[in-house]
Every structure is written in structure tokens, then in C-alpha cells.
């Protein structure tokens, strides 16, 4: 942009995306004809607005530049108008309620904050997406929202440590993706795959992921050409991918880029996945972003890496060097305590879906129960603060916070407890339960609010104290005191945890049915409306679209389960019955033993039995979701998934038991170890 702009509109643009001031339609105008010119010499010939909405993927719908001349000519134009407001009505996308149909119409903004690009021949301009009373009908207004709130407590607190540079403070993020890879072709050949991006249905097979081959080991040819290509083409985006391996079940891998502000974060996190799959496609490959995509295996996550940082670069989560910084950490940290302690139930909400409930808690995942694990090192700094006792052994003198240094807080030993769901890791925190598929948006906008609301809760405490130092201990102690139950840094799979986790009173939903109506709880609603983050309706449209958008994913794959079944399970056993039977009849005559046969047609024919209620059961269950989206996703949970499990034992008892030959589709073995 300095390259292709006048020195003053460059200014005017920097004023805007620092200070937050109106930028002129004068300039946004000069700015639209430069990002044209500079479109255009990429190959663009249209532009469009790119906007996330409910869905948690993106949008876009592509104009061109051209325009009549009068004189039969057409000429490429594209003004500030055209740049700073887009109507492209998008009345189909999931509202929840927020848009009536005789104002359906959407707008989009211009988030210059984010950088645009080019891709496909398109200028892509991210934008915000609202209705035309201004309601937010996207996943970026409420994270920018957020991202301000934080800035704005944070630096409140900055202040009374006498910072009086900081304007800003950046919430940043860096999100570690985690895909499968498969052969197309044998991809084609299952339904459900196509329809739901997972298997439905599959057998074990005799080898999974137990010699721990995959993990990290050498990347096969086909895999490394199209991570390379994968990376090239990130990078000509401007998105810093960085790092690339196999992961731990086979065909699973991951990448992570360098971590950025949380908004360009959840942009660049968007075009990784969308690039993800269109440069699979390419190399003859189909890339699955699903949760869980085989059983028996590990599933798929995403790894949310959140920090603070002043916008000089200081981080706010690394302990420092002198009893300032190192008091100014621990008021970070425990704000960051507090807030998860407090809001533990809405930010498991974030994460919940049908695709994550097969992870979280599954042993391969982080539980569904929200701690924090903080490491050796930390968790005794706590203690000493909250016992008032001494942590230095040899100077056997209380640490005093605001006066004292801290000890050191090595790196290294923090990151070690892989079973943790929220895990301090140095300088940030690292955020382990996002499903593979799922923005990144929601868990960031509530770890800023969550932590906007601490720290303005601190910064009004500490803002009229006499003594500082003193208000500054007793604050970081009384509230490490009421909160520390969140901290956990044992085995998070084990049973016991559950337990010990019930007797600290912290909330455990196992599933995304169970979890969701705590969403909407009076203190959830308070604290997003109060923030500011959403208004109370544009909330209860975000709880409406998660509880639609769980329904409605058990109910494509129940269905696809029942499609499956009549289409092409029950009439593969049936036929290889058939051959058995023949066969039978064939040795019988010929006065041969039969034995195999026997017995053979005798399992296939109790499973197909067992297969045909089960699947009879389903669809008649089918018929009976309750009206209320909140009960129907509990009757899906109770009821449906169950009669989905039922339909799954069976059909692969059959598989087992079938001639290849006649088996419908590819099995686990093709799927996984063919690449
Ligand atoms: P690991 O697999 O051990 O968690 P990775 O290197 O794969 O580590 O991923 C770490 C991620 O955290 C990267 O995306 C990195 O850019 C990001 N990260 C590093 N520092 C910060 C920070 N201060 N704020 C947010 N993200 C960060
Ligand atoms: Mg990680």
C-alpha cells in the first residue's frame, strides 16, 4: 500500500486502522483505484466482498470491474464506494432469527484492518457482514469488537504501571491446523464421506495408529508435493505458514503459520482451510478438515495459540526481568484465571459441535471439562502467593508481588502436558479444544471478553488504591484464592479428574446438546451485552444457529446412515448370502461338509436381521424430533446418535464377514494406507 499510495491517503489509511477514525471518501476512493490497478496487474478482473457468516465458513460473490463506455468499450473501474460498502443481499445464510424476509437485505464493510488479496482471478476484500439495522450477521464484527474491548482494559491496567505509551494492545493468535489427506478416488466411492466428511461406517482395520509410524515420520512423495504447493500458495497470500508434519493416525497431518493479530488470524485461518481442500483437489487428493473422520483413531483439532502484546511488541503473558514486569504478568495471568474460572461453561459452548463431540473426552483429546494447566514452575510461584509462604528456599522470605523478581520461568517444562485443554506454553495460551473444522472466531472473541472483563474489573480496584504495591498483592491473592480450582496440571483423560473436577464444582458437558443451553445462561448474556461484544438478539441468534446447526448435521448423517444401509449394505449381504446359500446347496449335493457355509450364512443373517430393525428403528425415530431446537439436539443426542451406533455395529460386523468383492465401498485399510 505505501508503494501504490500518496504519502497522505498511506497516513490517512494508518490513522484509520490505529486510531479507529472515519476514513474520507476522497480516500477511500484513492485507495479503490489503487487496489484496482494492483488487482489488475495480478490477472484480476472482478472483485469481491469476502465475509464470514454464521455458517463459520466464508462467503463471497464476485463482481467484475468492467464498465459500459457508451461507445461499445467497456472500461475497468472501482470506486471507494464500491470498496467500502458491498449489498450483496445474502438473504439465505442462517440468521437466527435476526432477519425478517422483508428486510433480508445484508451489507458488507470493508475491514481495512485486514489485508486483501488475490486468488482466482478475484481482488478479495474482507468485510464485515450486518443487516440493515446494523446487527452483526458475521463471526468478524464481534471478534473486531472484542479485540477493542481487550485493548482498551488492558491498556488501562498498562497505565497504572506507568506505561503511558501503549496505544493498543493486540490480542494475537496462531492456530495449528490438523487435516487427513485421501485418495480421491477411493473418497468418491463413499456416500458418506461425500455428504457428512466422515466415515459413517468401517470396520477396524488389523493396523491403526499403535506403532506410532505416522507420527512425524517421513512425508511420503505424493503428501510433500502438495504441502509444498500448499505452502507456495499460502505465501503468495501473505499467510506465513511455517510449519508442516504428519501427524499421529495415518494420513493425518498438520500445518501452523506464524502467529498474528486474532483477526487476521481467523481470516488467514479461513483461506487455509478453503486453500487446504481446493489444493487437494489438485494433486488428485481430498482434504477432510472433519473432526473425526475415522473411528478408532485420532480425530482432527485445532490448536489456538492467544496472547496479549502491547502494540511496541511487548508481550503481557511473558514473565519479565524486573518486579514491574513480573507484577504486571501475574496481574495478566490471574485476570486470564479468573476469567476462564468464571466463564468456563460459555467458552466450552465455542467449541461445541456434533463433529467435536466425538473428541473432546475421547482419550486422543482434551477432556470436555474447561482447566488450565500452568506448569511446575508457575503452579509453585501460586502457591507461594496464595500461602503467603516463602518460594525462594534459601532467602526464605515471602514473594512479594510489585516487589520482588520472580524467579525465572523456564520455557521448555511448560508445554509438556498434552492432555490439558488450556495450557500456559511460555507466553501464551495454548487452547486445545477447537475442532479441526470450526472458526476460529468464537473462542477468541470470548478469551478477550472474558479478559476485558477481569482486567476492568482489577484496573477499577487498583485505580483508587493508596498504597499500590499492597492493593496490587492482595488483588492477584484474593482472587488466586477464589479461582484456583480451574488449575489442573494432572492426567486430564483420567477418570479420577472427573470426579476431582465434580468435587471443585467445575462444569462438565460431554456434549455440544448438553453444553449449548449454557449459553444463554443470565450471566453469559450479561457479560457479552455489557461488553458490548453482541447485542442480547444477536446473541441468542449465535445459541439459536449452533443448537440449528448441530440438529441439523445429525440429521444428514442419520439419514445418510439409513440411505446407506437400504442402498448399499443390506443388498451386499444379502447378495454375498446369496453366493453362500448356492454354494451350500451345490456341497450338499455333492454330500461335502458345509460347515463354514453353515455358519457363515447363519451370522450374516442375524446381523441383516439385526441391521434391518435397527435401521427400521431410525427411521421411525426420524419422525419424532421435537419442535424445540433445544430438545430436538437432546433427542438427537439420546436417541439418534445411539441408533446411529447400533446401525454401525452391525453393518461392520458384516463388512468383516463379506467377500471384498462385494462390499460397497472402500474399507479402512484402502482408505488409510493406500497413499
Ligand atoms: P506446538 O505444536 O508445540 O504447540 P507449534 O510451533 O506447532 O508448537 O505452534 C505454536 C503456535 O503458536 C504457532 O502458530 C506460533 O506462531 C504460535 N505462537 C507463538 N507465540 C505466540 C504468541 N505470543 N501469541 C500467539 N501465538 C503464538
Ligand atoms: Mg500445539
Known amino acids: 500500500m505505501q508503494r501504490c499510495l500518496p504519502a497522505e491517503v498511506f497516513s490517512e489509511w494508518k490513522k484509520c486502522v490505529t486510531e479507529g477514525s472515519q476514513l474520507p471518501l476522497s480516500v477511500a476512493n484513492e485507495i479503490a483505484e489503487a487496489m484496482k490497478q494492483w488487482a489488475v496487474q495480478k490477472g484480476a478482473t472482478h472483485y469481491t466482498h469476502w465475509f464470514q457468516p454464521m455458517t463459520g465458513i466464508t462467503a463471497e460473490k464476485h463482481d467484475s470491474f468492467i464498465s459500459p463506455t457508451g461507445d461499445g468499450r467497456v472500461i475497468m473501474e472501482f470506486s471507494g464506494k464500491e470498496l467500502v460498502r458491498g449489498e450483496p443481499d445474502a438473504s439465505s445464510f442462517p440468521s437466527g432469527g435476526l432477519r425478517a424476509t422483508f428486510e433480508a437485505r445484508g451489507y458488507t464493510a470493508w475491514d481495512p484492518t485486514s489485508s486483501a488479496f488475490v486468488r482466482d482471478g478475484s481482488l478479495y476484500i474482507p468485510t464485515c457482514f450486518c443487516s440493515y439495522n446494523g446487527e452483526a450477521l458475521d463471526k468478524k464484527t464481534p471478534l473486531l469488537r472484542s479485540m477493542d474491548e481487550v485493548s482498551r482494559e488492558a491498556v488501562r491496567i498498562l497505565r497504572l504501571f506507568g506505561d503511558d505509551q501503549t496505544k493498543r494492545v493486540i490480542a494475537s493468535v496462531g492456530a495449528e491446523q490438523e487435516y487427513f489427506l485421501l485418495p480421491k478416488d477411493l473418497y468418491a466411492q463413499r456416500e458418506d464421506l461425500r455428504l457428512t466428511g466422515r466415515t459413517l461406517f468401517g470396520a477396524q482395520p488389523p493396523k491403526g495408529q499403535e506403532l506410532d509410524d505416522h507420527y512425524f515420520g517421513t512425508i511420503r512423495n505424493r503428501v510433500s508435493a502438495f504441502m509444498r504447493d500448499l505452502d507456495l500458495q499460502l505465501w503468495r497470500l501473505g499467510v506465513l505458514s511455517k510449519t508442516k508434519h504428519n501427524e499421529g493416525a495415518p494420513c493425518q497431518h498438520e500445518m501452523a503459520p506464524i502467529y498474528t493479530d486474532a483477526n487476521t488470524a481467523c481470516d488467514d485461518n479461513q483461506l487455509i482451510m478453503a486453500i487446504m481442500k481446493k489444493c487437494a483437489a489438485k494433486h488428485n487428493l481430498v482434504c477432510l478438515l472433519h473432526e473425526k473422520p ?184 484474593e482472587n488466586l484464592i477464589a479461582h484456583q480450582r480451574i488449575l489442573f496440571d494432572g492426567n486430564g483423560y483420567s477418570d479420577e479428574w472427573k470426579k476431582e473436577a465434580a468435587r471443585r464444582g467445575l462444569s462438565n458437558f460431554p456434549s455440544a446438546a448438553e453444553c449449548l443451553p449454557a449459553m444463554i445462561s443470565e450471566k453469559n448474556i450479561d457479560l457479552v451485552v455489557r461488553r458490548g461484544i453482541y447485542t442480547e438478539s444477536e446473541f441468542r441468534a449465535r445459541y439459536a444457529i449452533h443448537l440449528e446447526g448441530y440438529n441439523k448435521i445429525v440429521n444428514i448423517e442419520a439419514r445418510t446412515m439409513v440411505d446407506m444401509v437400504i442402498h448399499q449394505i443390506l443388498p451386499a449381504a444379502l447378495n454375498y448370502t446369496k453366493v453362500l446359500c448356492n454354494v451350500l446347496h451345490s456341497k450338499q449335493q455333492a454330500g461335502a461338509s458345509c460347515k463354514a457355509e453353515k455358519e457363515l450364512i447363519g451370522e450374516m443373517s442375524a446381523h441383516t436381521d439385526a441391521l434391518y430393525d435397527a435401521v427400521q428403528q431410525v427411521r421411525n425415530d426420524l419422525k419424532n424430533i421435537p419442535q424445540d431446537p433445544a430438545q430436538a439436539a437432546m433427542y438427537y443426542h439420546d436417541v439418534i446418535v445411539s441408533g446411529m451406533e447400533k446401525m454401525r455395529v452391525l453393518a461392520d460386523k458384516l463388512e468383516s464377514l463379506t467377500d471384498k468383492a462385494y462390499w460397497p465401498y472402500p474399507t479402512y485399510s484402502d482408505l488409510l494406507f493406500y497413499i
Open 294 to 477: 475415522f473411528a478408532g483413531i485420532s480425530g482432527s483439532g485445532k490448536h489456538n495459540n492467544w496472547s496479549l502484546a502491547t502494540d511496541a511488541g511487548s508481550n503481557l503473558f511473558s514473565p519479565g526481568k524486573t518486579p514491574s514486569q513480573n507484577a504486571r504478568f501475574l496481574v495478566f495471568l490471574t485476570a486470564f484465571i479468573v476469567g476462564v474460572d468464571e466463564y468456563q461453561d460459555l467458552l466450552r459452548c465455542t467449541v461445541a459441535s456434533a463433529g467435536n463431540d466425538h473428541r473432546l473426552g475421547a482419550n486422543e483429546a482434551p477432556p470436555a471439562i474447561i482447566s488450565i494447566f500452568l506448569g511446575d514452575e508457575l503452579n509453585a510461584i501460586i502457591k507461594s502467593i496464595i500461602d503467603d509462604t516463602s518460594y525462594h528456599e534459601q532467602k526464605k522470605s515471602m514473594l512479594r508481588i510489585g516487589v520482588d523478581v520472580l524467579p525465572s520461568i523456564p520455557k521448555d517444562t511448560t508445554d509438556r502436558n498434552r492432555t490439558s485443554p488450556l495450557a500456559f506454553t511460555g507466553n501464551k495460551f495454548e487452547l486445545r479444544m477447537l475442532g479441526s473444522s470450526q472458526s476460529i472466531a468464537e473462542p477468541n472473541i470470548i478469551l478477550n471478553t472474558i479478559m476485558a472483563e477481569t482486567l476492568s474489573r482489577f484496573a477499577a480496584q487498583l485505580e483508587g488504591a493508596e498504597d499500590f504495591d499492597k492493593a496490587l498483592h492482595d488483588l492477584v491473592r
